[in-house]
């Protein structure tokens, strides 16, 4: 069996990373071929997992259009497929990168397994594009790994044969458990006491991030105003990672950049995000990946976003849904911040810890 995994994104490397160590574990013949979809972010999650690609497509590029990346993931792909010539061709989530190679492979008659299968808001224009990139994803693939029981009722809803699917969790929570237990084994990374040294620890820390197309403009704007609103308690700090797309710096630093307890620094890396995961009190963000990973730190988490296709942390009352509402966005701030939920004893309700083993399990099984 010979097992190409591609991925795009540092979200994507992420949740792959636990995937590709169970297969070396496995000693199956591999090969990993990133379209570098993000360039600075991905590259940062690779040289944390060790992780050398085969194949850099190095598609990156300043404002490309959707289209643009498309194409050239068709095209480039076609060349690899053919050398190749894999049994099953692994993509992961809901990016551009995933749903072009499953359709590259399934051009050339390739066996697509999809990990993270079967999340839904059915809104196609939220999120923007990855809703529709994932139910594309699932009319192509073979076999379809959902992370929960939800997911799972989705993809039969849409007749998808119950024997193509399984349920294994979520491979996020390998990942942050193996990056976690790394992190304590090592000395804090430059970058991390870099960003310790900015924070005041006698005050509550907000972990912002926000990202998402359909938040760009008047909705961002609405978020900034409503973190203005916060950063006017005194015993509040706010520490926001701004991502590279101009349409989320241009809006940020044009609000938030005189604003003292405010913090706008640089993308950071994995282990520093989780750091500050670590250390804050609230997340406001509209992440998919942190609505998966905020319940292992037991952190309160506002999605910034009109809908979720990760219900279960909201449904166990680890994330609020806040839209872009600056009210609802400061109410449940304050409220979050004053009397803080009790987690204890409640689980991470997207994994175990043991998603890759089963994914590595069906495959071996099958194929």
């Known amino acids: 069996m010979k097992i190409l995994l591609c991925f795009g994104t540092r979200p994507e490397a992420i949740k792959m990373a636990p995937v590709i160590q169970e297969i070396k574990k496995q000693k199956l013949d591999y090969k990993v071929c990133v379209t570098a979809q993000h360039r600075e972010m991905l590259d940062q999650v690779l040289d944390f997992f060790e992780i050398v690609p085969d194949y850099d497509l190095d598609l990156m590029q300043s404002n490309q259009s959707l289209n643009q990346l498309s194409s050239n993931i068709l095209k480039d792909m076609d060349h690899i497929l053919e050398k190749e010539e894999p049994n099953i061709v692994l993509v992961q989530g809901d990016t551009t990168s995933a749903a072009m190679v499953a359709l590259a492979a399934f051009h050339r008659g390739i066996k697509v397994g999809h990990v993270e299968a079967g999340l839904r808001t059915y809104k196609k224009l939220a999120p923007f594009p990855e809703e529709v990139n994932r139910q594309l994803t699932a009319r192509i693939a073979d076999f379809h790994f959902a992370p929960t029981s939800k997911a799972n009722s989705n993809l039969i809803k849409e007749q998808i044969p119950i024997g193509h699917i399984y349920v294994t969790g979520n491979t996020v929570v390998d990942a942050l458990e193996w990056a976690i237990a790394k992190m304590e084994s090592e000395q804090l990374s430059e970058e991390i006491q870099k960003t310790k040294a900015l924070l005041d620890p006698k005050k509550k820390l907000i972990l912002v991030t926000g990202h998402r197309r359909e938040n760009f403009g008047e909705g961002l704007k609405h978020i900034c105003e409503a973190l203005i609103e916060l950063s006017q308690n005194e015993d509040v700090e706010l520490i926001f990672p701004v991502h590279l797309n101009p349409n989320v710096i241009t809006t940020v630093t044009q609000l938030l950049g005189k604003i003292n307890n405010i913090h706008l620094i640089d993308p ?100």
């Open 268 to 367: 950071v890396s994995y282990s520093t995000m989780l750091w500050l995961m670590q250390q804050c009190s609230l997340i406001i963000s509209d992440s998919g990946g942190i609505q998966e990973e905020a319940p292992t730190f037991k952190k309160p988490l506002l999605v910034t976003r009109e809908v979720s296709e990760r219900m279960e942390g909201i449904e166990a009352g680890f994330s609020v849904l806040v839209g872009t509402n600056k009210l609802k966005i400061v109410f449940e701030a304050k409220k979050a911040l004053v009397t803080p939920p009790a987690f204890r004893g409640k689980i991470n309700p997207y994994g175990d810890g043991k998603a890759s083993r089963k994914i590595i399990k069906a495959l071996m099984g099958v194929l």
